[in-house]
């Protein structure tokens, strides 16, 4: 037994090295993919190995093409970091193998499920009698509270999907905005009702949806199973919908209304940025992730359900009046998973660790953050296209040529870790800003290697 000791410090060494030196290692430089390849790619053993020469080689094999997105100076994607007290908490998960099935296989799991749900509604202003379910992404998130509003919209036209499938059943019609993620078309794909189903609805400036085009969409189609996938952040501008109007349009017309709130939900944590998501309490069901911007480690996310019936009838492992055995679905009855890693110790630890201010400090933190890059780059001479409301920053280099140039030398250089993305038929630079730990001085300097880079 003292062989695991070991080698569960050494792994647990290994983290805390790597962690502590990501403030000053280089952010994403480009790596050799092949020599990687081959470093793992050692003929399979015909014998075992000891556990401590296997974990040194892993080590060795993976340092070099790990990425520092933990780190303070990545803004790409809208990727966050991972808190200690969450690391160290998912550290346990691992360490303790817990089966986050259902309270007869982990109580601890589901106990912690319960807790950090609860905190979770209360941060984000979602009624404290919603389900919540803990998926691996606002994908699998966004997956589950469709099928819940598949599930309603169809019961309420009197079929029954979860028995009878969709060959057959009333058309359902699905609205999004035109600057949807894509995960919601996957999730429409996965759930049957396939992208034909999608009425594109346009978008306003900022990639807002329109409430008038929605409104006189929603008029023009008349009755019949409706759901409107809104979204709180779109991932380039971080433009929330204006969700009271929308969710008291949807519900005028007996419609479900699903909030993508990835990142954007997390608005509501804060008094300073709450009015963006002003009216979120009225949607069905919300996808949030934890891994962006409440910097929990991968994978974790949250499906929330305002109806959890609709909730476990449509994910539940059994018939909905089955689900829980005491009528409290948990766990596996509300994620499309069965058995399942216990996700919920990282989310009670992070929001232990951080409490309500903290929660609130590190929004707000993010979104100065972001304002001061772009108020750095505009006196530097170039162009910030978006309002900066939240944590994205889109910049323009002058044509798409020079502006994909710039990103490419910014990525090549290692200073910081910048992305690229089209926006309105524009290439444009696009930074996020979700690391708890990153520092004004991080950002001025990552300024100033962009400025230098460009010029
Ligand atoms: C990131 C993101 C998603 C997908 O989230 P995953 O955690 O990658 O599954 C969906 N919607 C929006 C708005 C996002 O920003």
Redesign the pocket.
Known sequence: MDELRHLLRRAADHAADYRLSLPDRPVGVPVDQTALTEAFAVPLPDAPTPPEQVLAELVAAAEPGLVATAGPRYFG??VGGASPAATAADMLAVGWDQLAFNAVTSPAAVAAETAAGTWLKDLLGIPATASVGFV???????TAGLAAARHQVLADAGWDVERRGLIGAPTVRVYAGAE?????DRSLRLLGLGTDALHAVPTGPQGAVDPDALAAALRDAGPGPTIVCL?????NTGACDDLRRACDLVHRYGGWAHV?????LWAAASPATRHLVDGLENADSW?C?G??WLNLPY?S?FAFCARPDAHAAAMSLAAAYLVGSGGVPAGADLTAESSRRARGFAVWAALRELGRDGVAALVERCCALARRFADGLAEAGFEVVNDVVLNQVLVGFGDDARTDRVVAAAQADGTCWVGGTTWRGRRLMRISVSNATTTEADVDRSVAAIARLAR
Do not use: E, W
């Not at 691996?136 to 966004?142: C, H, P, S, V």
């Not at 979204?231 to 991932?235: F, L, P, R, S, T």
């Not at 993508?260 to 954007?264: I, N, P, R, Y």
């Open positions: 994607f809208v691996t992404g606002a994908q699998a998130a966004n949807r993620h894509a995960t919601i979204q709180a952040g779109n991932v993508d709130g990835a990142f954007g996808a992730d891994h962006k994978d996310a």
